[in-house]
């Protein structure tokens, strides 16, 4: 996951090379059912993030424990970030992309989910950086939001992904061995 980009835009051809390999994903029932948004307008950017902060800090009572796993000053300092009115939940990202369900069905999610993927692996190939901004789920599907966008209020924002050149190279992260809970 990439948190610091440079200015650079990505131009419309990127863009569109990132679409195509989202949508060769699988999919059960070969259903299909993304759809897709393209944000890199700088003012409606701030104006969703500014929006997502907004309902995040409201519902932070319900999700108290959400973002203190592990050292509890993780968790402060994402409190802290999203307080400030300067910082961007898309880390000043020149591209949010938003992968869309339209409902149809009980595997949606998952077929959004693996077109994320497929999203963001191809960033990864082409050199680009990418991190999904799951804080911005519930403001990108808020009426307002929707309104704004021109989205029909039955599509549904699954996996709001930024993308951009990035800003440094990123370091590899450790991960956990895989815990098998069973194996016959």
């Given amino acids: 996951s990439v948190r610091a980009y440079t200015n650079a835009a990505l131009d419309k051809a990127t863009v569109r090379a990132l679409l195509a390999a989202a949508v060769q994903a699988p999919t059960a029932l070969h259903a299909e059912p993304w759809a897709f948004i393209v944000i890199q307008d700088r003012n409606v950017l701030k104006r969703c993030s500014d929006a997502a902060k907004a309902l995040w800090s409201a519902e932070l009572s319900h999700e108290r424990d ?41 595997f949606v999610a998952a077929d959004c989910w693996l077109a994320a993927e497929n999203l963001m692996l191809a960033a990864c190939a082409m050199g680009l950086g990418t991190c999904c901004i799951g804080s911005a789920v519930g403001a990108l599907n808020t009426a307002d939001i929707k309104k704004e966008l021109g989205v029909s209020p039955n599509v549904i924002a699954v996996a709001p992904i930024i993308v951009g050149a990035p800003r440094d190279t990123a370091a590899p992260v450790l991960r956990k061995s895989p815990e098998v809970l069973c194996w016959k």
């Fill in 66 to 106: 959400l973002h203190a796993i592990g050292e509890a000053a993780v968790g402060s300092h994402f409190a802290q970030e999203m307080a400030n009115p300067e910082f961007s939940i898309f880390y000043d990202a020149s591209t949010l992309i938003i992968i869309c369900a339209k409902p149809m069905g009980p």
